[in-house]
């Protein structure tokens, strides 16, 4: 069996280091246009298209007919401030915000319906002195779960608490077949 090496990066393809930028917007349709917020720092652990297949086979076929029943775009991430505002816009409707002069409150409890709301990811990164961007937006997502915390104790090595975040990606029957359920864009 022959081996392989890789001897160098084909820089057409460019490798995407590092971590994103976590924005959020409500949904707008195909028509609509997104007002970007930034969520905070945080950490995206892991995106993916998830794709769920079928197949029919007639009982004098050769071969089955393979299709997709179902695609999602699952994101989790992590997120390490912990602002009202922002668990209250990511949580769907789930959470309900209010802001005082002194007294910021999220309540949670008693929504029937998920609003969709949309996300981008960007990724920045310097080649040759020139930033170049991997954005990937989704457009329709809800939010996977409620507001999570374990706790930490103060004296941990790491005592910053993280709060977890799923978000699953849905198909947008406003937009162009092929486009449905996210997009990347890459500078090259």
Not at 22 to 44: K, Q
Not at 46 to 73: C, L, M, W
Not at 157 to 177: F, H, K, L, Q, S
Request: overall charge negative; charged content about 15%.
């Amino acid at each position: 069996m022959p081996l392989y090496q890789n001897t160098g990066l084909n820089d057409s393809k460019n490798l995407v280091i590092g971590n994103y930028k976590i924005e959020t917007s409500v949904y707008a349709s195909a028509g609509g246009s997104h007002t970007w917020v930034n969520v905070g720092a945080g950490m995206v652990n892991s995106f993916n298209h998830q794709i769920e297949k079928y197949d029919v086979q007639a009982g004098n076929a050769p071969d089955p007919i393979k299709g997709i029943s179902r695609e999602t775009f699952k994101i989790s991430l992590e997120l390490i401030e912990l602002d009202l505002s922002v668990m209250a816009a990511i949580s769907c409707g789930g959470l309900s915000y209010t802001s005082g002069a002194s007294v910021l409150t999220a309540s949670g409890g008693g929504a029937a319906e998920l609003t969709p709301i949309a996300f981008r990811l960007t990724n920045r990164r310097l080649i040759s002195s020139v930033t170049k961007e991997t954005i990937i937006i989704v457009p329709y997502a809800t939010i996977d779960n409620g507001l999570a915390v374990t706790a930490k104790s103060d004296n941990d090595a790491n005592p910053i608490n993280v709060y977890p975040v799923e978000i699953t990606g849905d198909i947008d029957g406003t937009r162009t077949v092929g486009s449905q359920l996210y997009t990347i864009t890459r500078d090259v």
